[in-house]
């Protein structure tokens, strides 16, 4: 991307350079300083695109220094099945008779395929969003490459804006796992088990929006689009 970006730049500078004269009435009004103005300019420019890759590394770190500190608000386990909830469990199955043996059997299998579903969306969202920073990092030049004019520039400051809202998704993802770690935890385990199922099924649902949301609450926070 850097050879086609390089082309890129080169014709924003140029057209930068002619906007320039033709503000100042064909040079006519033409004041020196303009012309270090505009060397500033394409140095900064060519500066930005030779340390491309840096920026873009430079955000995504930031973003995990946040993410790993906020892995300290994890708290509880994201974990289910203790020693005491299985104990309680078996005992509730053992005094059931065996109608509600079957009902429960068919409505822990049915609690079983809507959580397996959804453990497949995150698992998707997840490797989606990490082949969506290769991506994202690859075409990184390009945008970049506009940033020494003000109309192109826009494509520029979105680029950046996108970037950090896709490197501060992790954040509000520990944030997410944070939360349902702590309502997993206050489930009570001396209650019935239907209603423990589908409490779990329930907290379940709620992290798979949650985090299917993560996204769009981002880009909403860097007004990226």
């Not at 080169?10 to 930068?16: G, L, P, Q, R």
């Not at 300019?41 to 790993?68: E, P, W, Y």
């Not at 009902?103 to 997840?126: C, H, K, P, R």
Request: a neutral charge; one cysteine or more.
């Amino acid at each position: 991307m850097l050879p086609i970006a390089g082309v890129i730049l080169t014709y924003v500078i140029c057209y930068e350079l002619i906007q320039l004269v033709l503000e100042k009435n064909n040079m006519a009004d033409f004041d020196t300083f303009n012309i270090f103005k505009w060397l500033f300019k394409t140095f900064v420019a060519v500066f930005i695109l030779t340390h491309t890759f840096d920026i873009v590394m430079s955000v995504f770190s930031l973003a995990q220094r946040g993410i790993n500190q906020s892995a300290g608000l994890i708290t509880g386990s994201l974990e289910l099945g203790s020693r005491d909830m299985m104990l309680t469990i078996y005992a509730q199955l053992q005094s059931m008779g065996i109608a509600e043996l079957y009902l429960t059997f068919y409505e822990t299998q049915i609690v079983m395929l809507g959580m397996n579903i959804m453990a497949i969306i995150i698992f998707l969202m997840s490797f989606g969003r990490m082949i969506e920073i290769y991506l994202v990092t690859s075409l990184a030049p390009i945008p970049l490459s506009t940033m020494a004019n003000k109309e192109w520039g826009q494509m520029g400051n979105n680029y950046l804006r996108s970037l950090a809202a896709l490197a501060f998704q992790g954040f509000l993802i520990m944030v997410c796992l944070a939360i349902y770690a702590v309502l997993i935890s206050t489930i009570p385990i001396s209650g019935h088990i239907h209603i423990t199922s589908w409490t779990v099924a329930g907290y379940c649902v709620l992290l798979c929006f949650a985090l299917l949301k993560s996204g769009n609450l981002a880009k909403s926070v860097f007004n990226s689009h």
